[in-house]
């Protein structure tokens, strides 16, 4: 099965913490209007993009993350690529919560990968939806995936369990 690409865009950030908004901000504003994954787009890039500045060296001084959004005929894949891995692994602070990036990225996306190259880690994933949906649509297995803006995806698709947010072009 073939994907087709109907518009991609691609935008650096400056690893810092406080750009995670403007990365949220500016992949929504790539999605059509009444996109039905509106807000799992949001969540996704946000945990993509907060797990890039936390866990890599672009998180360091003068790092950056890059996002990447593919909008297809019924779906949008997210591909957010980092500097590497930090020389010392980050530590959960004492007392710290939450969901992490595996859970909270399989709860919403259709289809989720994750590579490391010599050049940094690429954290890739696709948002599906019926064609003409208006609301939250349910998710929809997938059965091959186009695969990061880097390459063909090779990796076995997963999919969805249960669901619970203009730059250049590139």
Known sequence: ???TVTRARQQAFPGLPEQVSAARAWAVSCLPAACPRVDDVALVVSELVTNAIVHSTSGLPGGTV?????????????SVVDQGPRPVPARRQPG???WGLADIVAAL???YEATT??????AWCRLDWEPG???????ITAQ???????GAHTGAA???HTPTGRGEAG
Do not use: K
Request: hydrophobic content about 50%.
């Open 1 to 3: 099965m073939a994907v």
């Open 66 to 78: 890059a996002v990447r959004v593919e909008l297809q005929a019924s779906a949008v894949a997210i």
């Open 96 to 98: 710290a919560s939450g």
């Open 109 to 111: 996306a259709d289809a």
């Open 117 to 122: 190259t010599s050049a940094g880690r690429c």
């Open 133 to 139: 949906a208006a609301a939250h649509a349910p998710h």
């Open 144 to 150: 091959q995936v186009s695969g990061p803006a880097h």
């Open 158 to 160: 997963h999919p969805a």
